[in-house]
């Protein structure tokens, strides 16, 4: 299968292509050619499928024209050592937890799929590789830890100064190795932005090999499509989907998760609509509401890795769409909430279930809350462990401590080691060349 622009301005690529170079030569996002739908009769017996069996399958069916089927075996075992579980939280209402694996966030599928595929793809070049990622939070220390120790792969990972948890800038800032953290004064808008800029920069591109980490890179979005198949499965296998319609809220920044769950739909799986709950970032909540998407610098809030004023994912669903508001108004709604209302969101189902939404999986909560239907079960995404937003939490929940992981833990020992820059491109360009060849 071939990959596309959405700025439909090149020649269609590979995969292999399409993955090492991350972002398309004419700024497009690459898109599969097609999204053929599974066989029914794997929906039929998903439910007895374990979560990597099903990743398998769903990997096959993306990736397996271009990649043998042992090697992307060992890519989807490898990539998925922890679960995905669905957990009620009252009645029809269940929590899609994404933080089991070893940073405590979702983007470690992705980020755990896309290392070992580009592997795959490079081992036999001999050629080191760049890999550049902005991150609003947890997208940095996923590749970062998914990445480590890699030969022949730096990995440089832009971040907002002083605009990410504690916990969050420990993960990648104190690994070391073949990670290097660049502390922006500026925004995450102002991050992606200088990614961007030297994906298009032809002359940076002839001294270094680049490739890009962010959602924007196919094989990191793509896989994440896995829990949202396996999620089903398991409110199969619970019964929750009983002669009624699945609803999904999904925490929304740059768009990556959701337009990953909107690929699975369109293969099949038994999705009625989906929800994108938005911070006071709420750029796509106003198209959905308008009909005009009118991209505007960030502002910072407590859900801070939905805080992206200019999601870059947004152009995947408008392409896949064909650009029609209609088409994707009848697909996902908006939902909105400001940091008093997740804090109150957080406070209220905590006293009421006991269980603990992180600031971002309270969006979702609440637009389930606001929107959900008679006859329909809803899935929130939990996007982060809590404990990554300590701070936040206890200050949320009063005497209420929020217990540190292990895992958590063991960072916070690490020395925190970063280059300050600017938010302007030269510079950037000139540490790039100097740095990274």
């Known amino acids: 299968m071939l990959y596309y622009s959405t700025n439909h301005q090149i020649a269609p690529v590979t995969l292999r292509e399409a993955v090492i170079t991350g972002l398309a030569a004419d700024n497009g996002l690459f898109m599969p050619e097609r999204i053929d739908r599974l066989d029914p009769s794997f929906f039929s017996q998903m439910a007895r499928l374990s979560f990597p069996e099903i990743a398998f399958r769903v990997a096959s069916h993306f990736f397996g024209q271009e990649i043998p089927e042992e090697a992307l075996h060992t890519i989807t075992t490898g990539a998925l050592s922890f679960d995905c579980p669905v957990v009620r939280v009252k009645e029809h209402f269940w929590s899609l937890e994404l933080f089991h694996g070893p940073t405590l966030a979702f983007k470690d599928v992705g980020a755990r799929f896309m290392a070992r595929m580009l592997r795959y793809f490079l081992q036999d070049t001999g050629k080191p590789v760049t890999v550049l990622v902005a991150t609003s939070g947890d997208t940095g220390s996923a590749v970062a830890n998914g990445f480590l120790g890699v030969e022949g792969i730096r990995v440089v990972v832009l971040y907002p100064s002083g605009k990410v948890s504690d916990i969050q800038e420990k993960q990648f800032t104190t690994l070391g190795q073949n990670i290097t953290a660049l502390e922006i004064d500026g925004t995450f808008d102002d991050c992606q932005r200088l990614v961007k800029a030297a994906f298009l920069d032809q002359g940076l591109k002839d001294k270094v090999t680049l490739t890009s980490a962010n959602s924007i890179n196919v094989a990191r979005f793509l896989p994440q499509a896995f829990y949202y198949f396996n999620a089903v499965a398991r409110l199969q296998e619970a019964g929750a989907l009983d002669g009624r319609k699945l609803v999904v809220a999904v925490p929304s920044g740059n768009f990556g998760n959701l337009t990953a769950g909107l690929f699975a739909r369109e293969a099949g799986l038994p999705i009625e609509r989906f929800i994108a709950a938005n911070n006071r970032n709420d750029v796509v909540f106003q198209y959905l509401k308008t009909g005009l998407y009118a991209p505007r610098p960030s502002v910072e809030t407590i859900a801070n890795a939905m805080d992206v004023g200019t999601p870059s994912n947004f152009a995947r669903i408008l392409d896949l769409y064909g ?13 909105r909430m400001d940091d008093q209302g997740i804090r109150e969101t957080i406070r209220r189902v905590y006293q009421e ?6 600031p971002h999986g309270a969006c979702g909560y609440a637009a389930l809350e606001a929107q959900l239907n008679a006859g329909e079960t809803g899935l929130f995404l939990e996007t982060a462990h809590p404990a990554k937003f300590t701070g ?3 200050k949320i929940l ?6 540190l992981p292990l895992r958590l833990a063991a960072f916070m020992t690490g020395e925190k080691q970063t280059i300050k820059m600017g938010p302007h491109f030269p510079a950037f360009r000139q540490w790039l060349s100097e740095n990274c060849k």
């Open 398 to 403: 009063g005497q209420c401590t929020v217990p």
């Open 392 to 394: 936040t939490m206890e």
């Open 353 to 358: 279930t006991g269980y603990l939404c992180d």
């Open 323 to 335: 650009h029609s508001w209609e088409k994707i108004r009848a697909l996902m709604s908006g939902f």
